[in-house]
């Protein structure tokens, strides 16, 4: 069994050296850019070629903060802002609500991804993901969802914001009793990492 993974997937060598260089260019980017953090994920940056296999690489944008509620901004406001706004008529979705009271450092360009609300600029998924797709202009990537990928959907690019806070409607669910997997301990653990808000949210 093993010999036949072995021949089909990749030895542990292998894979191994693949996840090691994933971490070095992720690295490399990091250490250029100072708006972006890169993190790679998927099939391939673990190490592991096998059909349909993929590479997803997150964007993290570094000079945004993203908030449960407006008593929660610090200030003096240094960096843009959003504030989280749940919908209970589409659970698992959230809107982005620019908070313009303060800092508010944004081009001409990037106000192509917003949309006017009656509560003011909310950040817009397709705009938002539409325009992404255009920064790689030799590789021939399109929407797919809330991700801009190639055409031959080998490669999926997420651009994320980073959130200290979890969203009202899911604190419930995080901390339900559970008895199988993953133990509480493990979602203590994972609580006091901030959370990742990907693209995909209403508009």
């Known amino acids: 069994m093993y010999e036949h993974l072995v021949r089909t997937a990749v030895t542990e060598i292998d894979m191994r050296k693949r996840q090691q260089l994933f971490i070095i260019i992720d690295m490399i980017h990091n250490l250029a850019t100072q708006e972006l953090t890169r993190i790679s994920s998927g099939s391939l940056a673990e190490g592991i070629d096998l059909p349909?296999?993929?590479?997803?690489?997150?964007f993290v944008f570094r000079d945004?903060?993203?908030?449960q509620d407006e008593r929660h901004i610090k200030h003096p406001v240094k960096r843009n802002t959003f504030v989280i706004e749940t919908d209970n008529d589409?659970?698992?979705?959230?809107r982005l609500r620019l908070l313009t009271k303060g800092y508010v450092?944004?081009?001409?360009?990037a106000c192509e991804y917003f949309e006017e609300t009656?509560?003011?600029?909310?950040?817009?998924?397709?705009k938002f993901v539409c325009n992404m797709s255009k920064m790689f202009p030799g590789m021939k990537i399109s929407p797919h969802g809330p991700c801009p990928s190639d055409k031959d959907r080998d490669?999926?690019?997420?651009?994320?914001?980073?959130?200290?806070?979890?969203?009202?409607?899911?604190?419930?669910w995080a901390s339900r009793y559970r008895q199988q997997w993953p133990p509480n301990s493990t979602i203590d653990k994972k609580k006091k990492i901030w959370l990742l808000v990907s693209t995909n949210w209403t508009e």
């Open 52 to 58: 349909g296999s993929d590479i997803d690489i997150m």
């Open 64 to 67: 945004v903060d993203v908030i």
């Open 90 to 94: 589409h659970p698992g979705f959230t």
């Open 105 to 109: 450092k944004i081009n001409c360009k």
């Open 118 to 126: 009656t509560k003011g600029l909310s950040l817009s998924s397709t």
């Open 155 to 172: 490669l999926d690019l997420a651009f994320c914001f980073r959130s200290k806070y979890l969203p009202y409607n899911t604190i419930s």
